[in-house]
């Protein structure tokens, strides 16, 4: 089994909710309307997603496992279809998503440092967060106790101000 999806599906997938977007009409009308359909179903399909993982974590006998699995994958197909359509939507509304995007997983990326000094080491253990090597990319994750990915001490957030237009939310009555 391939574990890294390609990035190829995942364009043409974009592209398919593009289509599906433009054909229903989603970028006419008030912007704002339209993000907050958007958003609805995206908490639509999240709740639908945890209740399936939920139902397949559940220790009850009548839970149908495999459809619990199959609920799973389809919530989160829909969740990225959903997702997409935010952004495609943001896009519409002028933000500049695309960017945005570059910026936000290249910082990320920022998140995992080749060394660690002694003195940030203390600290990270002292928070109860563990630094991880990972020999195939030559960088440290710090772990909490969750197993959450943690921001080093010398993370800088992402800057996308520029990105953003300044006109969405004027006249908000």
Same mark, same amino acid.
């Given at each position: ?31 704002? $309307?339209? !993000? +907050?359909?958007?958003? /609805? #179903? ?13 139902? %397949? ?13 199959? $609920?799973? !994958? +389809?919530?989160?197909? /829909? #969740? ?13 509304? %002028? ?79």
């Amino acid at each position: 089994m391939n574990k890294k999806i390609d990035s190829n599906a995942i364009a043409a997938a974009f592209d398919s909710v593009y289509e599906f977007n433009d054909i229903s009409k989603q970028f006419e009308g008030d912007p704002r $309307e339209g !993000l +907050d359909l958007q958003l /609805d #179903l995206i908490w639509e399909e999240y709740t639908e997603t945890i209740a399936a993982m939920d139902d %397949g974590c559940s220790g009850y006998p009548n839970i149908d496992r495999r459809t619990a699995e199959v $609920e799973l !994958l +389809d919530g989160a197909c /829909d #969740l990225f279809v959903v997702v997409v359509g935010l952004l495609q939507k943001l896009q519409n509304a %002028g933000f500049n998503v695309q960017e945005a995007l570059q910026r936000v997983t290249d910082n990320n990326l920022s998140k995992f440092p080749t060394s660690i000094n002694p003195q940030d080491w203390n600290w990270y253990e002292s928070q109860k967060w563990t630094p991880v090597y990972n020999d195939s990319y030559g960088k440290f994750v710090l772990k909490d106790e969750n197993g959450k990915s943690r921001k080093p001490i010398n993370y800088c957030p992402v800057n996308i101000y520029d990105l953003v237009p300044t006109t969405l939310f004027k006249e908000v009555v």
